[in-house]
């Protein structure tokens, strides 16, 4: 049995306390913020404390936080025995350092605090100092029923801003494909089939052999039209801008 603290309220750290109440393996002994209204979402908890000092001895302490908040909260463990390990995309390993059991344990998905998630489908990106430790993360991941992934610091920093490329990005525009839809009285949903379809094929023989549209085609004529059609100023330069890189990919 892996005896466990949460530090953060935010929403990662909500879908893995569920995670970890959910398994056989995990003893999700408390769970800590600063707020006492946002620790309320964590009401089967034991324990839910808003001071560090009162923080249980455990095997590991996930610190859910944000990036820039790491650091002081590592600060705060000054003498903590246990593994302590954080789960950020973009944060070296180092900012941890000073504990002598150290790592990261990244889940990289997306969360969102009322999405159901699958954790056989969820990737773990996991990086320790020690060998044990790093044992026990890959303990930790199969737990959840999840798979582990040996990463290091750049390696996931890379990940990381894939991810806001294909995710943050991606999302951005799928808003305004929704604008688009909602300004002229048609289903944004009629999209959906679309997207799936890309998804599936970039994942199958890879993104750039997926691509096709007016850009890829060098099709001047429907370019002009399309951005003729577009009537917010934003829309015409991320329109203008995307369709300029795409040009520029397919002259390699």
């Keep these: 049995m892996i005896k466990l603290a949460i530090i953060g309220t935010g929403n990662v750290a909500f879908h893995l306390a569920k995670a970890f109440q959910n398994s056989e393996n995990i003893h999700l002994e408390a769970v ?9 979402a964590f009401t089967t908890i034991p324990h839910r404390i808003t001071d560090l000092k009162h923080l249980p001895q455990v095997d590991i302490v996930v610190i859910a936080v944000s990036d820039a ?21 973009s944060s070296s390993m180092q900012v941890l350092e000073s504990h002598k059991h150290h790592g990261v344990f990244y889940p990289l998905q997306t969360f969102s605090k009322y999405s159901e998630l699958n954790y056989r489908e969820i990737p773990f990106c996991i990086e320790a100092k020690l060998e044990a430790d790093f044992q026990t993360l890959e303990d930790l991941t199969s737990a959840l029923g999840a798979t582990s992934y040996s990463v290091n610091s750049d390696q996931r920093a890379a990940l990381h801003l894939a991810a806001v490329f294909a995710n943050n990005f991606g999302n951005h525009i799928l808003t305004e494909a929704q604008q688009i839809c909602e300004e002229r009285k048609v289903s944004f949903e009629l999209l959906k089939p679309l997207m799936e379809e890309t998804i599936r094929k970039a994942f199958s023989i890879g993104p750039e052999a997926a691509q096709t549209g007016p850009a890829k085609r060098r099709d001047t004529s429907t370019i002009e039209k399309q951005l003729n059609a577009l009537h917010d100023p934003e829309q015409k330069k991320l329109y203008t801008s995307l369709t300029e890189a795409l040009l520029k990919h397919y002259e390699r």
Aim: proline share 3%.
């Design 32 to 40: 800590a913020g600063r707020s006492p209204e946002k620790l309320e």
């Design 69 to 89: 908040a790491i650091a002081e909260v590592s600060r705060q463990l000054s003498g903590y025995t246990g593994l302590i390990v954080h789960t950020s995309g």
